[in-house]
């Protein structure tokens, strides 16, 4: 994922080539919108790709390589020595990747929520109700595929804030504090721009990575190139 | 100027202008070619197609061509030029208030030149604030936290270096801070996300006003917080303005909350020519209305008053800008002479 648009690397067009070679060792490269895509972020998400690949059981090795990055090579060096992103600036870098990390995990949790809540909301589920659903009955509320889709989405990020019992409340704020139904739609509006701001971000950054790359040109295959013995299958 | 279908004239101040050479010649390296390049993504990717230029015209572009942009089809009637030094990138820095004050000598009516600092400059930056300060008298600063001096990957307005010069600004009479604070680049995690300096300062310095550029984007939501607490802190809507045209549906959500949480008093437009230019921009912006679904949620309505505020009221208050004796110097000087109307305009 990217970790402040909370969406997929892959649907980004972020990620250019993901192989598996015989002995089940993995390749990555990934680019970004921009050459200045700020370090840490880009880093978070190299880290994540390689710990999500890592997870698999049958995967043997993972290389995880950023391209057209004005740190490439450092993060890149970074990464391949297994380094933390502290430890790949030093004193550039003044804070850890943990605490980037959580922020933008409530963020996402925050844009779930609240996407969640809108569609609740709007198929006539009153504030007092929902403020009072536990986690098992959210799972049973009945609701329609795209509100079915909404709560897998939400209860990914559910644990960011609070514990995951059957019986814990199913919506409670960034603090882990449950919401009143009085509060609600100043609540909800104040998610709001939280949310406004990914969809404007994301928007941002496809753009910026498609001006860059010239994703909108029509692809023409450019003949292999010599000496190329993989044939990895590379957009450009 | 632009002139309404009922004969209106509204008096338009761009905030946000650019007077640069990001050539290959002024390239000090490869960073300054990837600047004016990501720039030039920006450009490409938010313009509309028979609004894109050749990359050589982005590039460098003359005078000649920046008045006819910003005043002649464009509908801008003054400009602020801001500066963005670069001088890690570029050989004579990217755009530089002397560079800018060669637009501004030209024409003294239509510009606001504005200079910059950064405090990690020492007792020597100080100086040329002072400098700057004597020989163009100016009224802003534009300050880009995330440029980067050596080793250094930005500063924050919080450090205690800043404080002094915002000081020393206050003492000139510089009052108008303008700080950039957009799309996350550069930076390592320092200053990545935050506009929370913006805060601490506002509050400190209560004569001084801050112009928060790019409005916090993407850090909409902890802006509004800032904005809406401090009386003195405005937003810029460079770079938001042009997802008018891609997204519009994002700019009316973007627009609606500065609205309702920052009010029509307090938003200044942009163009940040050469990276967008006028003429489209406000076209699209006076024809602009916010959907009735977002206004239903945020209340908040674009009124013809309100888009007169927008773009140029708003930036004439901060700036002491008289818009009636303004408009007058500007009608004597020729300005106004591509205007139909102006043949018959007192003189």
């Known amino acids: 994922m990217d970790p402040e648009l909370d969406e997929s690397v892959v649907d980004l067009n972020f990620v250019i080539r993901a192989d598996v070679d015989p002995l089940n060792r993995v390749y990555i490269e990934f ?19 390689r710990s999500a690949v890592s997870a698999l059981d049958w995967v043997e090795g993972v290389s995880v390589v950023l391209g057209e990055h004005m740190y490439a090579d450092k993060i890149n060096a970074g990464l391949e020595k297994g380094l933390s992103f502290q430890e790949t600036f030093g004193t550039e870098a003044d804070g850890n990747l943990d605490d980037l990390r ?14 969640l809540l809108n569609h609740l909301t709007g198929l006539g589920h009153q504030p007092d109700t929902i403020v009072s659903l536990t986690l098992a009955e959210l799972g049973c509320l009945p609701v329609d595929d795209e509100g079915d889709r909404l709560v897998r989405r939400y209860l990914e990020r559910r644990p960011v804030v609070g514990p995951m019992r059957p019986t814990s409340l199913a919506f409670v704020d960034a603090a882990g504090v449950r919401l009143g139904a009085d509060g609600f739609a100043a609540y909800v509006s104040g998610l709001r721009r939280v949310a406004v701001n990914a969809e404007f971000n994301g928007a941002l950054c496809r753009g910026l990575l498609s001006a860059r790359f010239d994703l909108e040109t029509p692809f023409v295959p450019k003949p292999p190139k010599r000496g190329a013995a993989d044939g990895a299958p590379h957009k450009s | 100027m632009y002139k309404t279908a009922k004969g209106e004239e509204i008096f338009v101040i761009d905030g946000h202008t650019h007077f640069w050479d990001g050539s290959p010649a002024n390239q000090k390296n490869v960073h300054g070619k990837q600047f004016i390049d990501c720039f030039y993504a920006y450009h490409s990717n938010l313009s509309p197609p028979s609004e894109k230029w050749e990359k050589e015209k982005f590039e460098k572009y003359d005078a000649k061509t920046m008045y006819d942009d910003l005043f002649v089809t464009g509908y801008d009637d003054m400009a602020i030029l801001q500066p963005t030094y670069l001088t890690d990138f570029y050989k004579n820095g990217f755009n530089t208030t002397e560079r800018n004050s060669a637009m501004k000598k030209s024409h003294p009516d239509r510009f606001i030149l504005n200079g910059a600092f950064d405090p990690r400059d020492g007792t020597k930056g100080l100086e040329h604030l002072h400098a700057l300060s004597e020989k163009y008298k100016i009224k802003g600063v534009k300050l880009y936290t995330a440029e980067w001096r050596g080793e250094s990957k930005g500063y924050k307005l919080t450090d205690k270096a800043s404080y002094q010069y915002l000081e020393a600004a206050q003492k000139l009479g510089i009052k108008n801070i303008h ?58 809507l460079a770079v938001a303005l042009p997802f008018i045209h891609t997204r519009p549906g994002y700019f009316a959500h973007v627009i609606s909350e500065l609205l309702f949480w920052v009010g029509p008093d307090k938003i200044l437009y942009g163009s940040d020519y050469g990276i967008w230019t006028p003429k489209w921009l406000i076209d699209k912006f006076m024809a602009f209305e916010i959907p009735d679904d977002v206004t239903k949620e945020t209340g908040s309505v674009l009124t013809m008053e309100t888009k007169t505020k927008i773009l140029g009221l708003n930036a004439a208050r901060l700036y002491g800008i008289d818009v009636e004796a303004q408009k007058k110097k500007i009608r004597a000087g020729g300005g106004y002479a591509h205007l139909p109307e102006a043949v018959h305009a007192p003189r």
């Open chain 1, 31 to 49: 680019r970004l919108p921009t050459y200045w895509c700020a370090a840490n972020f880009s880093f978070l998400m190299a880290d994540d790709m």
């Open chain 1, 102 to 115: 959580q922020t933008f995990l409530v963020k996402a949790f925050q844009r779930r929520q609240v996407a």
């Open chain 2, 179 to 236: 700080v950039h604070k957009g799309p996350t680049i550069i930076p390592l995690n320092r200053d990545a996300f935050d506009v929370a300096d913006i805060d601490d300062v506002a509050t400190s310095f209560q004569d001084l006003n801050f112009i928060v550029e790019h409005c916090g984007l993407p850090r909409l939501d902890d802006f509004c917080w800032i904005a809406t607490q401090e009386t003195n802190v405005y937003a810029g």
